[in-house]
Each structure stands twice: as structure tokens, then as C-alpha cells.
């Protein structure tokens, strides 16, 4: 099978099953990466870390996926079958689901896909850190950076960055 098709496959297939957005399908799309195209847990990691800091859509990651694999034309490739298929899903089930209007079935169906989401997304933060954090270093590192994520109302994207730099700067001292 063509390169190019095993993308539009792969990507999506990964498109429908973003329940809860992108994050959700980041173990499926880790895994995938790594034993359909050679895309080791590092490279995968920096692409995502990439897509976290480029402005717009986090999950445009994937154009640099589509372009590391096969070039400007699986950069479009993998854009349209990651983006295109669930947006036509939503399309037409929040069509549907306009219909369903305030019915006692439409709420049961929100409160069970509700935790399907955040579970799903939780293991995509999962895979990414496992992923991730391979010293004693990026765990102190990473642990730090989340609890000033949380405590301090810094911008996430500068304490990212100087987390990044920081680490960067010990690693390059401590080797």
C-alpha cells in the first residue's frame, strides 16, 4: 500500500476516535507512529512539544508528522485526514443532536461520553510524560513545572519555555 494512503488510513481512523479532542488518540497515535513508521517515543515527544508552543491548534502537530513521513504532500495528506473526517462527524451530529433539544436521553448520553473524554485525554498526558520523563532531571523538572502551572498565574507558555531552557542548560552542565 502507498505511503501516502496508509497516512489517509491511519489518520483517519484517528479522526473518529478523538472523543474529547486530539489528546484522546495520543497513545493510539504514539503507538501507530512507532510501529507503522518508524516514529521512535523521542521524536514523537518533540513533534508534540513542537505542536504545544506553535500558535493555533496544538493537533496541527500532525502536519509535521505527515511532512517528517512523506514530504510537503503528506503534511496536506495527514492534515485533511485528521481534520476533515470528525469535522463532518460533528457536523452532522450536532445537527441531530439540535433535534434531540433538552430530552432526557440527550442528557444521559453527555453524562456517559463526559468521563469516556477525560479518561481518554488523561491517558494521553499519560503516554506523552511516560514518553517524556526518562532521568530523575525531567521528573523534577516536569514536577516543577506543573506546580508552578498551577499555583502562579504566569503565563503556561513562558514557564514551559524557561522549564525547557533551564533543563537544557543542566543537561548541558551535568553530561
Not at 514536577?143 to 533551564?166: E, Q
Request: charged share 5%.
Amino acid at each position: 500500500m502507498s505511503l501516502l494512503i496508509h497516512l489517509a488510513l491511519s489518520f483517519a481512523l484517528l479522526s473518529l476516535l478523538a472523543v474529547g479532542g486530539g489528546t484522546a488518540v495520543l497513545p493510539e497515535m504514539q503507538s501507530l507512529l512507532s510501529h507503522q513508521f518508524g516514529i521512535d517515543h523521542t521524536q514523537f515527544v518533540h513533534i508534540y512539544s513542537f505542536g504545544q508552543l506553535a500558535p493555533g491548534p496544538n493537533m496541527l502537530m500532525v502536519l509535521v508528522i505527515g511532512y517528517q513521513l512523506a514530504g510537503l504532500i503528506g503534511a496536506g495528506v495527514v492534515l485533511l485526514s485528521f481534520f476533515l473526517p470528525s469535522s463532518i462527524l460533528c457536523f452532522y451530529i450536532g445537527r441531530l443532536w439540535n433535534k434531540f433539544g433538552e430530552s432526557p436521553w440527550r442528557r444521559t448520553v453527555q453524562n456517559a461520553l463526559e468521563p469516556i473524554s477525560i479518561g481518554l485525554m488523561t491517558s494521553g498526558v499519560f503516554a506523552v510524560g511516560k514518553a517524556s520523563i526518562i532521568s530523575p532531571l525531567t521528573l523534577v523538572l516536569s514536577l516543577a513545572t506543573f506546580f508552578l502551572i498551577l499555583r502562579t498565574k504566569v503565563n503556561p507558555v513562558w514557564i514551559i519555555l524557561g522549564s525547557g531552557g533551564f533543563g537544557a542548560l543542566l543537561m548541558k552542565y551535568l553530561n
